[in-house]
């Protein structure tokens, strides 16, 4: 059974089993991730065929697990469990001036989702996933799940009646829960609301091959020689510091809106600041740099096709002949794809939630195809690079004349 497999190897390994246990580690090696996947698939499916239709809706349709998340973060109560420790209800009933016995229904609500444990009745006590829901940004990302996610959910079926075929930002269900405003003019205007938005970009670097650490496995960076690399909305520059910090055959230059990148060239280590460098730029502005990459980086899925159209565009005319532009971002997989389905499941649930943040989706790879197409035919897809332990693929276009 592959259950066994991956515990003999987890065995050999001197790594202790899973557990929901508060020190137990939060990852697994890479070397049994494909067994993982392969049990995670299973185990899923002898659960799922095993519930009543009704019952397998409610597992995915139920919204009384997010009141119990948002409670345990709003409340703070992660606080109040010590560390290796335990706390009663009435306690956290009495720090939270909250009824005891709603403080039960809400957490009892999160152990039976194994995100707290009751060691003793009464008591509650943290797991691994309860001490990770702790971390700042995680409950920053959880928050903004419930105080933002949750009111736009609620439209989306208005947004869709109202604008069926539209692309534009402020013609979602997040703009029908904001007063007409998208999620762009929400975030620059709403200090708080960015902070919340921030937690949950910082949360992607513990999604499979989503972090910024990843960006220097995902692709063979070395082989390019010494290059200039435009990062087209690199934000910060998280990204262009690291692949500087392990390839001295790089120099980046970062460009994003003047807000954005404001004070970013103080994160640059001395070392660095040679080769990382900042520009403000506008992404739909003309492109005005020569280099010979110009790398995007979940850039084009937050755009509908005729924004991400102009997007490109826009770089035309800065390019030399052979240039190459890289997209890190999503290429679903088809229905006879290899993807484990726990994965599929992850990115099918990002490319709704584009819909009704941005009117935007995530691409199949006829529709990248389109896309570059529909820019210049000289955008020439070269090849796609996919990783086993990402939901981000590398698409690597030529500049073709």
Not at 160 to 188: C, D, F, R
Not at 207 to 218: H, Q, R, Y
Request: hydrophobic share 40%; glycine share 6%.
């Amino acid at each position: 059974m592959t259950s066994n497999n991956l515990q003999a190897n987890l065995s050999a390994q001197g790594v202790e089993s899973p557990s929901f246990a508060e020190s137990s580690p939060p990852t697994l090696p890479s070397d049994v991730h494909q067994l993982r996947d392969d049990v995670l698939d299973a185990t899923a499916e002898l659960h799922e065929v095993l519930l009543e239709p009704l019952m397998l809706i409610y597992k995915f349709a139920g919204v009384s697990n997010v009141v119990s998340i948002d409670s345990i973060v709003r409340f703070k109560i992660l606080d109040m469990i010590p560390s290796g420790g335990r706390v009663s209800f009435e306690e956290i009933a009495e720090k939270t001036n909250l009824d005891k016995g709603l403080v039960r229904r809400l957490l009892r609500n999160a152990i039976s989702m194994r995100i707290l444990t009751e060691p003793e009745s009464d008591m509650v006590a943290h797991t691994k996933t309860s001490k990770f829901l702790a971390i700042p940004y995680i409950s920053s990302w959880a928050t903004f799940e419930s105080h933002d996610t949750w009111p736009a959910i609620a439209k989306v079926g208005e947004a869709i009646e109202k604008w069926p075929h539209s692309e534009e930002a402020n013609q979602t269900a997040y703009a029908l829960a904001n007063g007409g405003k998208s999620v762009y003019e929400v975030l620059g205007s709403d200090p708080e609301a960015a902070m919340r938005f921030a937690g949950g970009i910082k949360s992607l670097d513990h999604v499979p091959g989503c972090g910024d650490a990843f960006v220097a496995k995902s692709y063979d960076w070395a082989s390019l020689g010494d290059v200039r690399i435009v990062n087209v909305g690199g934000q910060r520059g998280s990204v262009a510091i690291d692949l500087a910090s392990k390839y001295k055959n790089l120099k980046l230059l970062v460009q994003d809106a003047p807000q954005v990148i404001q004070g970013a060239d103080s994160t640059v280590p001395d070392s660095l600041k040679e080769r990382v460098q900042f520009m403000p730029h506008e992404l739909f502005g003309t492109q005005t740099e020569k280099a010979d990459v110009y790398f995007f980086r979940m850039v084009l899925r937050s755009w509908g096709d005729q924004y991400a159209v102009n997007i490109l565009k826009a770089q035309i005319p800065a390019l030399r002949p052979g240039a190459k532009i890289l997209i890190q971002d999503a290429v679903l997989p088809e229905p006879e794809s290899a993807t484990p389905l726990w994965r599929q499941r992850v990115q099918r649930s990002v490319d709704v939630a584009l819909k009704f943040y941005f009117n935007s989706y995530d691409r199949h790879l006829d529709e990248w195809k389109a896309l570059f197409a529909a820019a210049d035919e000289r955008f020439a897809l070269h090849r796609v690079i996919e990783t086993v332990d990402s939901n981000l693929s590398v698409l690597e276009v030529h500049w073709d004349v």
